[in-house]
């Protein structure tokens, strides 16, 4: 019951969300993703370390199809998910846990610079 209740606000807090908030669910989501991905790594869990950099991927190909190639800066991001990707694929095959770190680093800065530009968007509302 407990579960159901959570899955449907997990739900809803998606469904209701702001293209910001998305993307900061998403940076989110890669984070705790890596984090248990190099947990699973140092556990010799390699198959489930495989699945949590499967969901670190799929993060990033939402990220590269969600961006408005509009604007200029649109193509630096693509440039560092297209890496970032890269590296993940890699550290998934290497069982690398020093890349999978290099590359959450890049989602912290990204999410927490993403968080500051939401902060700085609602002030000058």
């Not at 890496?83 to 999978?100: C, Q, S």
């Amino acid at each position: 019951m407990l579960y159901n209740a959570a899955q449907t606000y997990q739900s809803n807090q998606v469904t209701t969300a702001t293209p910001a908030e998305l993307t900061l669910m998403l940076y989110n989501g890669a984070v705790k993703f890596l984090k248990q991905a190099k947990g699973a790594i140092e556990k010799k869990n390699y198959a489930q370390a495989h699945e949590l950099c499967l969901k670190v991927q799929n993060i990033l190909y939402e990220l590269l199809s969600t961006l408005n190639k509009e604007y200029p800066i649109a193509q630096d991001f693509e440039k560092m998910y297209d890496y970032m990707l890269h590296r993940t694929v890699e550290a998934n095959i290497h069982k690398d846990v020093a890349i999978l770190a290099e590359v959450e680093d890049f989602f912290v800065q990204f999410r927490d610079t993403w968080k500051e530009a939401m902060v700085l968007a609602k002030n000058h509302e």
